[in-house]
């Protein structure tokens, strides 16, 4: 069966990294492409882009340029997502999720909650 | 980019009865040389990630009861609950998958009246 499992929470202080991983399971990884979306503590969902998982091709959101990277592991299924320059605001649960054959999310990772505090 | 607006923001609705949630696109999400409406529908119950209901507008995803409809095109969209059942407590929300950024509505909190 499908599966995305991501990685465990983490804690970070401001201007620090973070990278969170998605493996993917249960389905050819490269025929597939992963997206990634954001929910902050009792809001809604925040589309971050998406990265073509045969080509490495990310694409991002216009408010996710820059300290947002997106990349692939491809030898072990996996999509990475990478937080440069963490500020408070990016305190929130971080989604991969499977794209569909026409760009509908189909399966979710669990989530990963990212905090970020002095 | 496409603005997705749901209303309402939330709704109490007793068991068994209709549940309607709208979602009204800031641009028409039907793709001519298909006649496909881009926009899908996830319902998130709490502590869970999203779950896909509902692809090109009225297409259930697979394994979703037949109580969840979904309908619409263009800029307006639809989802209905025909008769609400007490594991349908949850947040609804909209996307459009038309282009890049694939933005979602703001979501529709749904309980028990």
């Known amino acids: 069966q499908v599966q995305l499992v991501q990685s465990s929470s983490e804690l970070r202080k401001p201007g620090a990294s973070v990278r969170v991983s998605c493996e993917a399971s249960?389905?050819?990884?490269?025929?597939?492409?992963i997206n990634w979306v954001r929910q902050a503590p009792g809001q809604g969902l925040e589309w971050l882009g998406w990265i073509q998982t045969r080509t490495g091709t990310p694409t991002y959101a216009q408010a996710f340029t820059g300290r947002f990277v997106f990349s692939l592991d491809t030898s072990v299924s996996a999509a990475y997502l990478q937080i440069n320059s963490l500020k408070t605001e990016d305190t929130a649960k971080y989604y991969c999720?499977?794209?569909?054959?026409?760009?509908?999310?189909?399966?979710w990772g669990q989530g990963t909650v990212v905090t970020v505090s002095s | 980019d496409i603005v997705l607006t749901q209303s309402p923001d939330s709704l109490a609705v007793s068991l068994g009865e209709r549940a309607t949630i709208n979602c009204m696109s800031s641009?028409?999400?039907?793709?001519?040389?298909?006649?496909?409406?881009?926009l899908a529908w996830y319902q998130q119950k709490p502590g869970q990630p999203p779950k896909l209901l509902i692809y090109w507008a009225s297409t259930r995803a697979s394994g979703v009861p037949d109580r969840f409809r979904g309908s619409g095109s263009g800029t307006e969209f639809t989802l209905t609950i025909s008769s609400l059942q007490a594991e349908d407590v949850a947040v609804y929300y909209c996307?459009?998958?038309?282009?890049?950024?694939?933005?979602f509505g703001q979501g529709t909190k749904v309980e028990i009246k």
């Open positions: 999720a499977r794209e569909g054959a026409s760009g509908w999310h189909d399966y």
């Open positions: 249960g389905y050819i990884f490269t025929d597939y492409s």
């Open positions: 996307q459009h998958y038309y282009s890049p950024p694939r933005t």
């Open positions: 641009q028409s999400v039907l793709f001519n040389s298909n006649n496909k409406n881009y």
